[in-house]
């Protein structure tokens, strides 16, 4: 899947560099507005794990959506960015998710446990406000820009998954918090710009516990490269 994610974004860098040189002779818009879509991947870290929780494989994220531009001064450099956009995301550890008659419990798998994956998995609404600078122009294309904020996600849909040499399992999980929020921070030069999102949400719901009764207390921390469209 990452495969394709990556020639979907290559390619969508290719039309931005191509789409936003405008003609020689275009006319000037001294009310443009910039960044009005954004694209993104993520390697997904999580903190707060329990004692014998530790992450392995590729854990990763994909998100985009469109913003809503809202230059504040003359200049147009500085203002708000208000939007929604969709983000899936994968984190993949040797915790072990069982679902039997409803109940979900949760234990840690060992070197010696025979196992391809297990991941959790979150399908989210999300609802970025960003405060933005940035020192573009009406006919300067490549810019700075640092945008800074909070962002808002509900979780419509989080899994738990399992595959061992038996086969795959999966079930939705509730356990999974469906209400998310953190802090955000996006900085780069034209194309490339780095984004990092810093989770004040637990990932899964209070009270969850491991079978050693340990609290399962994790928080994402998702670090990536962002594109901004338009």
């Known amino acids: 899947m990452m495969k394709y994610v990556m020639l979907f974004l290559m390619g969508t860098i290719a039309v931005q560099g191509w789409s936003q040189e405008p003609p020689a002779s275009a006319p000037v818009d001294e009310n443009y507005l910039e960044d009005q879509f954004y694209l993104g991947v993520t390697y997904n870290l999580l903190l707060n794990k329990p004692t014998d929780i530790t992450q392995r494989n590729l854990s990763y994220g994909i998100m985009g959506g469109i913003i809503k531009d809202i230059p504040l001064n003359d200049d147009r450099n500085f203002g708000l960015g208000i939007g929604v956009g969709y983000a899936l995301n994968s984190y993949y550890t040797n915790l072990f998710a069982a679902e039997v008659n409803g109940e979900i419990s949760y234990s840690g798998l060992t070197s010696s446990d025979d196992f391809k994956r297990s991941k959790l998995e979150t399908h989210v609404i999300e609802f970025p406000l960003e405060i933005r600078w940035r020192n573009s122009n009406a006919t300067d294309y490549k810019f700075w820009r640092v945008y800074a904020g909070g962002k808002l996600g509900y979780i419509f ?24 929020y953190g802090l955000m921070f996006n900085v780069g030069y034209n194309t490339w710009n780095i984004h990092i999102y810093y989770a ?8 969850v516990v491991l079978d050693t009764m340990e609290p399962i207390e994790v928080k994402p921390l998702r670090i990536g490269i962002i594109f901004y469209i338009l």
């Open 200 to 207: 004040l949400s637990r990932l899964l719901e209070d009270g």
């Open 157 to 180: 849909e989080g899994r738990s998954k399992f595959v061992d040499d038996t086969g795959k399992t999966g079930f939705s999980n509730p356990d999974i918090k469906k209400l998310q």
